[in-house]
Structures are given as C-alpha cells and as structure tokens.
C-alpha cells in the first residue's frame, strides 16, 4: 500500500500533467489516510476540475473558515457550491466575509445571482418541485425534515425567501425547524422584518439581520455558566450530559431566552432537578413557570425520535 506522502507526490504529478481524474483518485485516496487542509484543497481543486463539484464543495466546507481565508480559495469554495447548486450555503459562506472583505463579497453576491439566474432558466421545474416541498415542511415527521431542509439550500434565494417568510409562521411546523430557517435568514443578513411564531406560539417581528449569534446572549451564556459552576467539577458525566440538553433547551428559546428564563440560576437548578429525580414540590410562580416551559420542551425533544 502507498504511503501518504507518495499518494500526494502522484496526484501533483498527475495534476501537473493536466491528468485531473488520476489526479483526484490519487489526493482521495492519500484524504482517506490522512486529513489535512492543505491536501483538501488539492482534492477540491482536482475535483472541481473532473466536474465533480458536489463532492468538492462537501469536502470543502469541512474546513470552510480555512478556505474564506482569501479570495482566491473564497472565490473556489462559492464556485463549487454553485456548481452543485447550491446557492443558499453559497450565500450563507459568502456572508461569513462580510466583515472582513466587502469588496470581495459584493462581488460574489452577483457571481451568485448571475448562477441562480441560469439555474431559474435551466432547473425551473427542480426548483419549482423543491420550492413546493419546502413549503410542506410541516408535513412531514419531524426526523425527515432534516433532509428537506438541506434540499432548500438548492433553492435560488428569492425562493427560499419566500417559502421561508411562509414557514416561519406555519402553526404546524416543529419549533426547532422553524428556529433553523430563521437562523438561516440571519447568516443570509436579511434585512426586512418578517413574521416569526415564537415558542409562546405567539407571532412576532424580527429583523434577521439584527439578530444576535446563537448562545452569545446574556441569558444564553449566563445558564451555561451557571451550569458549569454547578457540575463541571462535580459530576463530569451529568455536567456533558446536561450541557447539550442546556443547548437545546435554548435554540427552543432563540432569540429570547430572557423571556422565558427570568433567573438563570434557578433554569439550571430545575434542569438539573427534573434530570435527577430531585424536584422540589414546592415551587414558586416563577419557578414553576420556568419548569412547566422546561417540560414543553421535552415533549417536543420526544417528536423528534418519532
């Protein structure tokens, strides 16, 4: 068998040679062996030259801080994924810049419209047939809509836009796919106000744009810290355990957890009491609030093994 680095000296040579199919077999299989980013971005590119830019744009997202890096590996990582039709992650990719190249980023964006331009020509009846299904989300058990969510980001973004505004406030749709497109329209920097149904099954307004980054909140980071104090060094099993029930509990909640968590001490006291079978019966209004909120969320946690 071939080591790594003999793997990745034929692949060079094959790329060199223009041979981009030996090429990519060969960064494949040296991939398979060993990961890095320098020999993902050999791969990418041998990829993206034999066509294949589904693969490559997967691959390339596993190291997508690394490739937004610069234009030059930016600008590949965008083409790849609107080669594969993908124009929502493009998007989403793209927007991660805007901060740090705007000039590059206004770019991009009409790269990327000029791609989904085509693609409403050529795939009209794709994205027709996807648009629809998106709009049906609700429909479907809970652990099936993860996939249907990936499928919209094949959407252009004037589409997913649309479904996504109707999505937003379909009563039926399960609170954490509805979190997920919202989240979404704040890494697309959507501007507008739109209607969004709430944990408290109440609509309200918001500009996904203007919202914050999920967990850096006040309340977000104060329960987590809270957590921690409590169990980190205490109990390390129960502490990993309920961190990620923690997190959960407040993408339920995003963007306002300090709506429903008025005291972050308490949140976690409960939390840790309903895991632990150490439930006081006597609550306060406050507390008992908190906790009936805490049990929603479990039963919603229970639709999503359905």
Not at 109 to 115: C, E, F, G, N
Not at 171 to 180: I, T, Y
Request: charged share 15%.
């Amino acid at each position: 068998m071939q080591t790594t680095d003999q793997l990745i000296a034929a692949g060079q040579t094959a790329a060199a040679n223009g041979e981009w199919s030996t090429a990519a077999s060969a960064f494949e299989a040296a991939y398979q062996q060993t990961q890095n980013y320098d020999l993902n971005l050999q791969l990418v590119t041998a990829l993206c030259e034999t066509q294949n830019f589904q693969q490559a744009s997967s691959l390339a997202l596993e190291y997508e801080s690394r490739y937004l890096a610069t234009d030059e590996t930016a600008s590949r990582l965008i083409s790849c994924l609107c080669q594969s039709q993908q124009f929502i992650q493009a998007r989403l990719s793209a927007q991660l810049r805007a901060q740090t190249a705007p000039e590059w980023l206004e770019a991009t964006k009409r790269q990327i419209l000029s791609a989904e331009q085509d693609a409403e020509t050529t795939m009209a009846q794709t994205l027709t047939a996807t648009m629809k299904q998106f709009y049906h989300l609700s429909e479907l058990p809970v652990p099936a809509q993860i996939s249907r969510l990936a499928a919209a980001k094949h959407l252009t973004y004037a589409k997913y836009l649309i479904a996504a505004k109707f999505l937003l406030v379909d009563p039926f749709l399960h609170q954490l796919s509805r979190v997920e497109v919202l989240y979404t329209l704040k890494g697309l920097a959507v501007a507008d106000k739109v209607s969004v149904v709430w944990f408290d099954q109440k609509q309200r307004s918001v500009i996904p744009a203007q919202l914050p980054v999920m967990g850096t909140d006040r309340v977000s980071q104060a329960t987590q810290q809270e957590l921690q104090r409590r169990l980190a060094q205490q109990d390390v099993s129960l502490y990993e355990s309920l961190q990620g029930l923690l997190s959960l509990q407040l993408m339920y909640l995003y963007p306002d957890p300090e709506k429903i968590v008025t005291n972050s001490q308490k949140w976690v006291e409960l939390l840790i009491a309903s895991q632990t079978g150490t439930l006081s019966p006597n609550l306060t209004v406050s507390a008992q609030k908190m906790l009936d909120c805490q049990q929603k969320i479990q039963e919603l946690n229970l639709e999503l093994a359905e």
